[in-house]
């Protein structure tokens, strides 16, 4: 049986992340030097067949990141994919952050939740700050078709104050572009975000989220294994490909109650015109 290398940071892992979350870069430098070794200052053994099925889906899951980027660039869909100047540009005061202890601190109270993977299970968990495309991840939402979403959270960040994280979403097929917006984060370094759209922002039902980081230096969008608790999504696709770990965010539209408050709201004011 051929041997897959696995390649294992030297700097020591900067979270308790299974191995094959790490792309085997080195997988070509062992082939030559033998195939099959012990353990050696370069960083590369053998692993067994269940390990190397893994390493096979997470080069899928890379294929899939490619895909979506070609598909999406010659879809005819507004905003047009890399064009940050046509997605919807989110202010500063429609953002608010908690520290990752608290998960629902800084949930949408006027916010009916159609999907939500926020919550750590074991733990939070990262690739190391990388600029550009950050992942990918799929869901499937409570609602049967098109909504407007009202709210976006996610978990990570960017590595300096005041950097673009531009937040794309795909159908489910991930071959076109639905909609996508960017925000500047206020702050440095991971935090859960809850970013109010105050706009019709209309996304998918069941679909595909990307995040890409303008910051030079890296950003990050955290990961965890505790799964959704509204919705559902397929563990295999995006995240970490690994059948345990998926990107953490929840999508949140208006609720019923507020919509009908804010139509009050406006009929209150226009008696008070007259």
């Not at 303008?214 to 990961?223: A, C």
Request: glycine share 12%; hydrophobic share 40%.
């Amino acid at each position: 049986m051929p041997c897959f290398a696995k390649y294992l940071n030297q700097n020591g892992p900067e979270s308790p992340l299974p191995w094959y979350f790490t792309i085997s870069v080195q997988y070509a430098i062992c082939k030559r030097r033998g195939g099959c070794l012990p353990p050696q200052p370069t960083h590369c053994h053998c692993v067994g067949k269940q390990e190397r099925e893994r390493e096979i889906h997470m080069q899928k899951a890379s294929a899939i990141v490619a895909v979506i980027a070609a598909a999406a660039g010659t879809a005819m869909a507004s905003p047009v994919l890399g064009d940050y100047s046509t997605y919807t540009q989110i202010s500063a005061d429609n953002i608010t952050m908690t520290s990752l202890e608290t998960s629902s601190a800084n949930q949408d109270r006027g916010a009916t939740t159609l999907y939500s993977n926020i919550d750590a299970g074991t733990g939070y968990v990262a690739f190391p700050a990388a600029a550009g495309a950050l992942g990918f991840d799929d869901y499937v939402s409570t609602s049967a078709s098109s909504f407007n979403l009202s709210s976006f959270r996610f978990v990570g960040g960017n590595v300096n104050a005041g950097t673009t994280m531009n937040v794309e979403f795909y159908n489910a097929a991930g071959d076109t572009l639905v909609n996508a917006f960017s925000v500047a984060l206020p702050s440095a370094g991971a935090f859960i975000w809850n970013i109010t759209l105050n706009t019709t922002f209309t996304v998918d039902g069941a679909g595909v989220v990307q995040l890409v980081s303008d910051d030079l230096s890296g950003g990050q969008w955290y990961l965890g294994d505790a799964g959704p608790t509204v919705g559902s999504e397929d563990v295999l696709f995006g995240g970490g490909g690994d059948g345990v770990y998926s990107h953490n965010f929840e999508l949140n539209t208006p609720a019923p109650g507020s919509v009908a408050l804010l139509g009050l709201g406006g009929l209150v004011a226009t008696r008070r015109r007259r």
